[in-house]
């Protein structure tokens, strides 16, 4: 396959990775710090009765049970962790992007450059390690679909499957109605035969 269009869909798929994990450790931040101030302020102006804030305080000890096991959820999944990779991986697969689609622009526009040959080589061997490494982020179907749709979307090129090229990020909810390759919309027969057949190959 075309490197550089991989290497830009692979970017897509590690920056939304890297937004979601951002989202989800402010939201642990801010309801870890918003729980207990709000109950420390409502006891230290007395606003509620005696009963009211016992029950109150019974809803905000469910509260920090939940915010608890989620922390918990969030220390073993090491969202930190996730957040710093997905974010140098963003970074490193747009600048090998930026690099190989030079560099096939230029093999499109003979003659090559002095050093072309060595410059190419060594862009391989770089894109080759990043692939390795994205591999073991555990990068599922789902994702490598939205991946793959965003290049086509960019590059305005077509879909190796259903020969189409996307007009916008949007597929279809149901699995047997999006294409294979890019998630796009099947036609109907192409459709109900996937859904007789039972194959699901997509999240």
Same mark, same amino acid.
């Given at each position: 396959?075309?490197?550089?269009?991989?290497?830009?869909?692979?970017?897509?798929?590690?920056?939304?990775?890297?937004?979601?994990?951002?989202?989800?450790?402010?939201?642990?931040?801010?309801?870890?710090? +918003?729980?207990?101030?709000?109950?420390?302020?409502?006891?230290?102006?007395?606003?509620?009765?005696?009963?009211?804030?016992?029950?109150?305080?019974?809803?905000?000890?469910?509260?920090?049970?939940?915010?608890?096991?989620?922390?918990?959820?969030?220390?073993? +999944?090491?969202?930190?962790?996730?957040?710093?990779?997905?974010?140098?991986?963003?970074?490193?697969?747009?600048?090998?992007?930026?690099?190989?689609?030079?560099?096939?622009?230029?093999?499109?526009?003979?003659?090559?450059?002095?050093?072309f040959d060595a410059a190419?080589?060594?862009?391989?061997?770089?894109?080759?390690?990043?692939?390795?490494?994205?591999?073991?982020?555990?990068?599922?179907?789902?994702?490598?679909?939205?991946?793959?749709?965003?290049?086509?979307?960019y590059f305005q090129e077509?879909?190796?499957?259903?020969?189409?090229?996307?007009?916008?990020?949007?597929?279809?909810?149901?699995?047997?109605?999006?294409?294979?390759?890019?998630?796009?919309?099947?036609?109907?027969?192409?459709?109900?035969?996937?859904?007789?057949?039972?194959h699901n190959g997509h +999240?």
């Amino acid at each position: 396959g075309d490197r550089a269009v991989e290497a830009y869909g692979t970017a897509v798929v590690f920056q939304k990775r890297a937004s979601r994990y951002r989202r989800l450790i402010a939201s642990l931040n801010f309801v870890g710090l +918003a729980i207990p101030l709000t109950i420390g302020g409502i006891a230290l102006a007395n606003l509620l009765a005696k009963q009211w804030f016992e029950r109150m305080g019974y809803f905000a000890g469910v509260l920090v049970a939940i915010q608890g096991v989620v922390f918990l959820w969030s220390v073993i +999944a090491n969202w930190p962790e996730s957040l710093d990779y997905s974010a140098g991986a963003s970074a490193e697969n747009i600048e090998l992007y930026m690099r190989l689609k030079t560099l096939r622009a230029q093999i499109m526009s003979p003659p090559l450059p002095p050093g072309f040959d060595a410059a190419y080589a060594s862009l391989i061997v770089r894109d080759d390690d990043q692939i390795k490494q994205d591999f073991r982020r555990d990068v599922g179907e789902s994702e490598k679909i939205y991946g793959y749709r965003a290049a086509l979307l960019y590059f305005q090129e077509k879909c190796f499957v259903c020969k189409k090229s996307p007009e916008s990020m949007n597929m279809p909810w149901l699995w047997w109605k999006r294409c294979q390759g890019c998630g796009g919309p099947v036609d109907e027969f192409e459709g109900s035969k996937r859904q007789k057949s039972g194959h699901n190959g997509h +999240a």
